[in-house]
């Protein structure tokens, strides 16, 4: 994905404190959850995820919560791109009053063309994602030379106007709770790739390396472009969703805003293909794990893609598009992701004590006090991104969690009354004991 959100960062708290929000909040944040994600996907190498590691931890029950937790918060994001994607559109084709049937058509166009996508497999997924990927950078990386080709004059070597002094100012009205949660949001959602680790050769060497690389290409995604574009601009009220390619218009004329708009629609792409990816093989590794209905862990023949779970994903994203507003999804998104990754934390943590033997090919370099010092920051960010909410906001995530803590018990009556529903899938590793209550097993 590309620097989604960005805009909306520099909108409520201006560009330098975007930049400086990213530097902490991925030094005591995205770097712990990275590594407790490094050491966790290594030791349970199979698709579930953290599902699997809270199963371990705390039983299936709470296992099963992590996953409900996790999977609304995607479902919920996933809602974001679809209109994301048609902003992007509209910004880039200067298509702005188009009819509301034209704007569903394009929506439902998008996501069924990601649907197809992750139906031919999760191989042509990842090369979709870095197709997409690059299709993003390029113009990126074009602008950002570009705009700081005028770092020192003040003008670009197109003749763009550059203020370096952008980057210090803060806007009149900041809004601090849309900026903390924006920038979660940014930089969350490491142990995502989790839920596919079954799908990867060698897990031990490949996830560390890789999600150390994606770190690094992360910060400069968001970082580069923060100071490209508000050295180009400072009207910092008008800063929304897809106003990056307002910019470039400006400056650049219709065709770099065509450029750019393009870009980004293939980086909403990306990013809803993950997002689907993510939920679908987290059902179908719960469910290989006797945690869901089997029905769930069915694959094509062609493909081996989860038919069955990928397309439950997409109809919750059809169910969430009437939420239009940015902010409330991303409030409710983040305030589900925070609480199941103070689960996921609390997870590593135990296990550290009650299965600290256990085969860990990545294992992070923290014992005892200095492993609880290394993620204390996390939680203090993850109990403020479950609670600094409106009050309206933390009623309907209240309703979700309620909503999942019943699914849960649902799940346990079926599996008492209809055991056959839930086979294991053959030829996985087992790492949850579905007969066991609330309990650790292992």
């Known amino acids: 994905?590309?620097?989604?959100?960005?805009?909306?960062?520099?909108?409520?708290?201006?560009?330098?404190?975007?930049?400086?929000?990213?530097?902490?909040?991925?030094?005591?944040w995205s770097i712990p959850t990275a590594l407790m994600t490094a050491e966790l996907s290594t030791m349970f190498p199979e698709n579930g995820g953290y599902t699997l590691?809270?199963?371990?931890?705390?039983?299936?029950?709470?296992?099963?919560?992590?996953?409900?937790?996790?999977?609304?918060?995607?479902?919920?994001?996933?809602?974001?791109y679809p209109?994301?994607?048609?902003?992007?559109?509209?910004?880039?084709?200067?298509?702005?009053?188009?009819?509301?049937?034209?704007?569903?058509?394009?929506?439902?166009?998008?996501?069924?063309?990601?649907?197809?996508?992750?139906?031919?497999?999760?191989?042509?997924?990842?090369?979709?994602?870095?197709?997409?990927m690059l299709l993003l950078l390029a113009p990126f990386v074009v602008v950002i030379f570009i705009a700081f080709s005028g770092a020192f004059t003040g003008t670009t070597l197109l003749g763009w106007e550059f203020n370096t002094a952008n980057w210090y100012e803060t806007p009149a009205t900041a809004d601090w709770s849309a900026?903390?949660?924006?920038?979660?949001?940014?930089?969350?959602?490491?142990?995502?790739?989790?839920?596919?680790?079954?799908?990867?050769?060698?897990?031990?060497?490949?996830?560390?390396?890789?999600?150390?690389?994606?770190?690094?290409?992360?910060?400069?995604?968001?970082?580069?472009?923060?100071?490209?574009?508000?050295?180009?601009?400072?009207?910092?009220?008008?800063?929304?969703?897809?106003?990056?390619?307002?910019?470039?218009?400006r400056v650049g004329g219709a065709h770099w805003g065509i450029l750019l708009g393009a870009?980004?629609?293939?980086?909403?792409?990306?990013?809803y293909t993950s997002g689907i990816v993510k939920n679908g093989y987290l059902l179908c590794g719960m469910a290989e794990q006797g945690?869901?209905?089997?029905?769930?862990?069915?694959r094509l023949e062609t493909s081996g893609a989860p038919w069955l779970a990928l397309s439950v994903c997409v109809t919750l994203t059809l169910a969430f598009l009437p939420l239009e507003s940015f902010t409330v999804i991303l409030t409710v998104d983040m305030n589900l992701y925070c609480l199941?990754?103070?689960?996921?934390?609390a997870a590593l943590l135990r296990?550290?004590?009650?299965?600290?033997?256990?085969?860990?090919?990545?294992?992070?370099?923290?014992?005892?006090?200095?492993?609880?010092?290394?993620?204390?920051?996390?939680?203090?960010?993850?109990?403020?991104?479950?609670?600094?909410?409106?009050?309206?906001?933390?009623?309907?995530?209240?309703?979700?969690?309620?909503g999942g803590v019943l699914l849960v018990f649902l799940l346990e009556l079926l599996r008492g009354t209809n055991p056959e529903w839930f086979r294991e899938s053959s030829g996985v590793q087992h790492f949850v004991d579905t007969k066991a209550g609330d309990a650790s097993s292992l």
């Not at 199941?340 to 934390?345: R, T």
């Not at 010092?373 to 909410?389: D, E, I, K, N």
């Open 1 to 28: 994905g590309g620097p989604e959100g960005t805009e909306t960062i520099i909108q409520n708290g201006g560009a330098g404190y975007a930049v400086l929000g990213i530097a902490v909040i991925g030094l005591v």
């Open 53 to 80: 590691w809270v199963s371990a931890a705390f039983g299936p029950r709470m296992g099963k919560m992590a996953g409900w937790l996790q999977f609304i918060s995607s479902a919920v994001d996933a809602a974001i």
């Open 83 to 132: 209109a994301l994607f048609l902003s992007y559109f509209k910004a880039a084709s200067g298509l702005d009053n188009l009819a509301v049937w034209a704007d569903w058509g394009i929506k439902a166009t998008f996501i069924t063309s990601m649907f197809a996508l992750n139906l031919t497999g999760i191989g042509n997924v990842g090369h979709g994602s870095v197709g997409f």
């Open 179 to 249: 900026f903390l949660m924006v920038l979660l949001w940014n930089m969350g959602y490491w142990e995502g790739a989790s839920v596919c680790a079954g799908e990867i050769e060698n897990v031990g060497q490949t996830f560390p390396k890789a999600l150390a690389i994606v770190f690094v290409i992360v910060v400069a995604n968001y970082v580069l472009p923060i100071l490209a574009f508000s050295g180009l601009d400072n009207d910092w009220e008008a800063y929304d969703n897809g106003y990056y390619i307002t910019i470039i218009r």
């Open 263 to 271: 870009a980004q629609c293939f980086s909403a792409a990306g990013l």
């Open 291 to 298: 945690m869901l209905p089997s029905a769930f862990s069915q």
């Open 340 to 345: 199941a990754l103070l689960l996921e934390i």
């Open 351 to 402: 296990l550290r004590t009650t299965d600290p033997d256990r085969v860990r090919p990545y294992r992070i370099p923290a014992e005892g006090v200095w492993l609880y010092l290394l993620f204390l920051p996390a939680v203090v960010v993850s109990l403020f991104g479950v609670f600094w909410a409106a009050w309206q906001v933390l009623l309907l995530s209240l309703g979700l969690l309620v």
